[in-house]
């Protein structure tokens, strides 16, 4: 699909008027039906207010503009370049979809099977390492009430974005059957020759983490070939976490990356976190550092076109 011809039919100026207009009616009956504004001071602040808000409008507007730039920059910059997620969570296919680094579904990217759940990174090396072995063995899946989703609890995988119980019925077949299709399309991104980044997000990484990525690294060099691969290791520490050092890997084709959460209370995927001024910039070291590592694909991808 042409970037210039996509158009994104979720947002429009009818909506944001919608949305803002009812946000407004709501602050208006503060000062007017639910309590009353009536002094000089009350008038003073209702002024103050539309001031803060006329900037805090405009700021999320202008983010708004700048990443939908980015966005189709880097989906024309990364084209033929395969960035796949393999964990630990939704965080690589997230943050690199949302800056065009890694091309939406409406674009035709397909799901992998690390794309929408949750695969610690010592698991995913031993699925590399067994081919996958006992991953969708019915025998090993088990639907999680308190969770509301099915689980490998053999191997600590959370399939998190396949809710309720229908993924359980027949025998787990309707779970089996979206994550085969997933699996499938895995090992034939992993086969190809096009170049590929593979991106692993750590969640909660230790002084033990640099071993876990020396270990997936060599998994998947014992798998596939690596000559058009190169994997990127995203850790994300809590906010004013001490980044504990760890082993690293004597590798140019492996990148790692230490950052912190902004904030302490921070939730990666919650709009009221992402979206802010201070979410913007960390996603912005995450993508920068992608791309930055991604380069030499980027170059060969050039040449083969």
């Given at each position: 699909?042409s970037?210039i011809?996509?158009?994104?039919?979720?947002f429009?100026?009818?909506?944001?008027?919608?949305s803002?207009?009812?946000?407004?009616?709501?602050?208006?009956?503060?000062t007017?039906?639910?309590s009353?504004?009536?002094s000089?001071e009350?008038e003073?602040?209702?002024?103050s207010?539309?001031?803060?808000a006329?900037?805090?409008?405009?700021?999320?507007?202008?983010r708004?503009?700048v990443?939908?730039?980015?966005?189709?920059?880097?989906?024309?910059t990364?084209?033929?370049?395969?960035?796949?997620?393999?964990?630990?969570?939704c965080f690589s296919?997230?943050?690199l979809?949302?800056?065009?680094?890694?091309?939406?579904?409406?674009?035709?990217?397909?799901?992998?099977p690390?794309?929408?759940?949750?695969?610690?990174i010592?698991t995913t090396?031993?699925?590399f390492e067994?081919?996958?072995a006992g991953?969708?063995?019915?025998?090993?899946l088990v639907?999680n009430p308190?969770?509301?989703?099915?689980t490998?609890?053999?191997?600590?995988?959370g399939f998190?974005?396949?809710v309720?119980?229908?993924?359980?019925?027949n025998?787990?077949?309707?779970?089996?059957?979206i994550?085969?299709r997933?699996?499938?399309?895995?090992?034939?991104?992993m086969?190809?020759d096009?170049?590929t980044?593979l991106?692993?997000?750590?969640?909660r990484?230790s002084?033990g983490?640099?071993?876990?990525?020396?270990r997936?690294?060599?998994?998947?060099r014992?798998?596939?070939?690596?000559?058009?691969?190169?994997?990127v290791?995203?850790?994300?520490w809590?906010?004013?976490?001490?980044?504990?050092?760890?082993?690293?890997?004597?590798?140019?084709?492996?990148a790692?990356l230490?950052l912190?959460?902004?904030?302490?209370?921070y939730v990666w995927?919650?709009?009221?976190?992402?979206?802010t001024?201070?979410?913007?910039?960390?996603?912005?070291q995450?993508?920068?550092?992608v791309?930055?590592?991604?380069g030499?694909?980027?170059?060969?991808?050039?040449?083969a076109?």
């Open positions: 699909m970037l011809a996509y158009k994104n039919e979720a429009s100026e009818e909506n944001v008027s919608s803002l207009g009812k946000a407004l009616q709501d602050l208006f009956a503060l007017a039906r639910k009353f504004s009536v000089t009350d003073a602040t209702i002024l207010a539309r001031a803060a006329s900037a805090m409008v405009s700021e999320y507007f202008d708004m503009v990443q939908a730039a980015e966005r189709r920059r880097n989906l024309e990364f084209e033929g370049v395969r960035f796949v997620s393999i964990g630990e969570d296919r997230t943050v979809t949302q800056w065009g680094v890694k091309p939406f579904a409406k674009l035709g990217e397909k799901s992998g690390f794309d929408l759940s949750v695969h610690p010592t090396a031993t699925l067994t081919d996958f991953y969708l063995d019915r025998a090993n639907f308190n969770y509301n989703f099915c490998n609890p053999k191997l600590k995988v998190n974005h396949e309720g119980p229908s993924y359980a019925e025998d787990f077949a309707p779970l089996i059957e994550y085969e997933r699996l499938a399309h895995f090992r034939a991104l086969e190809a096009a170049p980044v991106v692993c997000h750590v969640q990484p002084a983490t640099g071993t876990h990525i020396a997936l690294w060599q998994a998947i014992s798998r596939w070939s690596v000559d058009n691969k190169i994997l290791a995203i850790k994300t809590r906010h004013g976490e001490t980044a504990l050092p760890s082993a690293t890997v004597d590798d140019p084709r492996v790692v230490d912190h959460y902004p904030a302490e209370d995927h919650l709009p009221k976190y992402c979206f001024r201070d979410g913007f910039a960390f996603e912005r995450v993508v920068d550092f791309k930055q590592a991604s030499r694909l980027v170059a060969r991808a050039a040449l076109a």
